[in-house]
């Protein structure tokens, strides 16, 4: 690819971005969006009313990124939880090595690389790409010893940078378990495939085997029941009642020009009466009352409660029967993070769910090869005029040229692959997670996988699916077949940087397609009741694209390091984009305590290996044995050092320490806390809850940000006020934390003021 197809690829991103993020900036300050670009503040109400003169809202601004700038660490802890933190720790662990790594390959690589053959260069927008990268370099050439310099300086600095962030995360983890507020799931064990035993109940089977065998320990127990019709018709009928009776008998339909949403007619008088206060009859039923819990409709689950944190980690542990199959016992997730479809699946199916998942992942990967397969086609215009003879005219202009074999291909494979999360997502479902956390991690492993494959190791081996099926025909000819093919590749995966990262995140904070829906909704639909729904940060989504970066930096860093000034804005731009999603978009109902943090490890300790792995490749075709010999042991200590901190670290992610829980709960018996925790047990796992809880985002409400500043429809130019200031009331925060009028803006630490958009958000997920 030529220097001048990159160029009008990055100059088409770089006009894409600057117009995209000066438009946020200006639509972030009308009033009509707040409910897109401020969904977790709003929720959350911790914002007060301010304006700036009238004109300023309609002017660019870079005031957003200052305050994602300043925002710390622990405001960001208090404010979305560990997960967040994670992974933003993770964009910065980027930011730190590929800053690094882009001194050492610019200022020593590039040179090496750019000059390794005696040739008249043209001017630089003229010159190919691979005069920039290691193939440039004669056989034999001396030189080759600063390519492997540069690989053990890359190396060293990501192992170290690598062991203080996992250091640091494991400490955040205990961290977060032991300074949190008490919480349910961890006096609660999770239990499934109880035995069927004709004469009795599962409910009464499970009593009486943990009565038997955990006397001294068990607490009560609640079923998981059949989530049928007459359960969702349930769901649906509470949900309207709870729908009818938080509605302000104070809120009537005043007279307007719209007609009513409802009947149609004009709204000058009141068109409705609103159910009285009097007989708390819908909120004082209890889940017994409304669901017919017979013995056909258990399920064999159910969540078991112990008297403390060290009783339900054991009864976890261990295995409850000498049949595997039978009493299987796990920690139960968060009530907030329950996915309650999958725990009526029965538990002898999962293992063929997973092998058919898995199957079926790993037979999409392989029908992706055929876009991936016609994309690198647009890259290679003699195959493509050879292929259509039609286009030979078109492709002989030069901005042409330059646009299909720079810009086309890296936009198809991204519309291509807008269909993979949903599909892996799926996939995850099938298997039977128990929570949502473990779905969407699952999710997050299997588009991680699927993006690397597609992305990286397809197109430098493309051409024929034959040949890509048959390329590695010994396990020797590995590091070679790599060598020769990522220097071909390295403008298309500079091109895809441009596309997938800079364009991407600016579509990520300009949120187009809740912007549409809610001009939908307030301009065809007339929608004007003061409700809008928050999101869950795509973690599953954004931590692979994370990552393929990461392995798109480290392959080409010693190979073609052009790609890494890109590299460092992209990551830099994700730090002050991402925060700013999360403090101000995302809302955090459920999260996996940091567990994310290892699969970014570990793939990044493969980046580094097969990093490795092509110079080795690079080193043997260019016959430099003694660069070779270097770069064996370099290979040997990266696997020493992952295997070092998969036994130091990766166990604290995965179980519970018992030494923690221990001193958790002697502390809680000696403050008098564990009959109230007791009490409030049986209640946060109801299947059905008639009672709305508070998202788990409540608890770690965004204190810090209470002063943080909305417009103010006070404050707006007279002759604008009255008719944006009614639409802004709905959309503000109280800044002094007081119950809100009956106009507000639904609270999430006010479930009696909630619409019934709002309901169903609490309902969902």
Known sequence: MEIAALLTSAGINISICIVLLSLYSVLRKQPANYCVYFGR???????????????????????????????????????????????????????????????????????????????????IHLESSEVFTIENLKEGSKWLWVHCLALYIITSAACLLLYFEYRTIAKMRLGHITGSAPKPSQFTVLIRAIPWHPEQSYSDTLSKYFTNYYSSSYLSHQMVYHNG???????????????????????????????????GGPTATNSFHILSNDGDSVKGMELGELTVTTTEQERPAAFVFFKTRYDALVVSEVLQSTNPMLW??????????????????????????????????????????????????????????????????????????????????????????????????????????????????????????????????????SGSVIRQLNVFSSVRDIPAQLARAVPTQAGFFTTYCFTSGWASLACEIMQPMALIWNLVAKA?????????????????????????????????SVIAPLILPFLLIYFFLAYLIYKNQILNVYITKYESGGKYWPVFHNTTIFSLILTQIIALGFFG?????????????????????????????????????????????RADEMAGKMEELHKKLHSVYSQIPLHLQKSSSNGESSAPFANQELPDPEKLKPEEGDAIAKELWGFQGNESGQEHDTKSCPSASSPEHLTPKMIELHKRN
């Open 524 to 556: 065809i639909s007339k929608n004007k009741d003061d409700s809008y729904e928050t999101l869950r940060f795509p973690y599953h989504t954004e931590i692979p694209r994370l990552l393929l970066f990461g392995l798109l930096g480290f392959t080409n």
């Open 41 to 123: 503040r709003l929720v959350c109400g911790g914002a007060r009313r301010y304006d700036p003169f009238w004109y300023e809202r309609f002017v660019p601004s870079p005031s957003w990124l200052v305050k994602a700038w300043e925002t710390s660490e622990d405001e960001l802890l208090a404010a979305a939880g560990l997960d967040a933190v994670v992974f933003l720790r993770m964009v910065l662990f980027s930011i730190r090595i590929f800053f690094i790594t882009a001194v050492v390959c610019i200022a020593f690589v590039l040179p090496v690389n750019y000059y390794g053959q005696p040739r008249v260069h043209k001017e």
């Open 328 to 461: 299987v016992s796990d920690l139960a997730p968060e009530p907030h993070d329950v996915y309650w479809r999958n725990l009526n699946i029965p538990y002898r199916q999962l293992w063929i769910r997973r092998i058919a998942t898995l199957v079926g992942a790993v037979a999409f990967m392989f029908v992706f090869l055929i876009p991936v397969t016609f994309i690198q086609g647009l890259t290679q215009l003699e195959q493509l005029s050879h292929a259509f003879p039609f286009l030979r005219g078109i492709l002989k202009k030069k901005f042409i040229n330059q646009v299909i074999t720079g810009y086309l291909p890296s936009v198809i494979l991204i519309l291509f692959f807008y269909a993979v999360p949903p599909l892996m997502m799926y996939f995850s479902a099938l298997e039977g997670c128990i929570s949502r956390s473990i779905r969407k991690n699952s999710a997050c492993i299997k588009i991680l996988y699927f993006t690397i494959w597609n992305v990286f190791f397809v197109n430098i081996l």
């Open 621 to 665: 075709l260019k016959l430099s044995t003694v660069a070779s010999g270097f770069t064996i042991p370099l290979i040997l200590l990266t696997l020493l050092f992952s295997e070092y901190c998969r036994h130091r670290f990766s166990p604290i992610f995965h179980k519970h320490p018992a030494q923690v829980l221990i001193d958790m709960d």
């Open 229 to 263: 019709i007459i359960q969702r018709l349930l769901h649906d009928a509470e949900r309207m009642c709870l729908s009818l009776k938080h509605v302000s008998p104070e809120i009537s339909c005043r007279p307007s020009l719209t007609p009513c949403n409802f009947c």
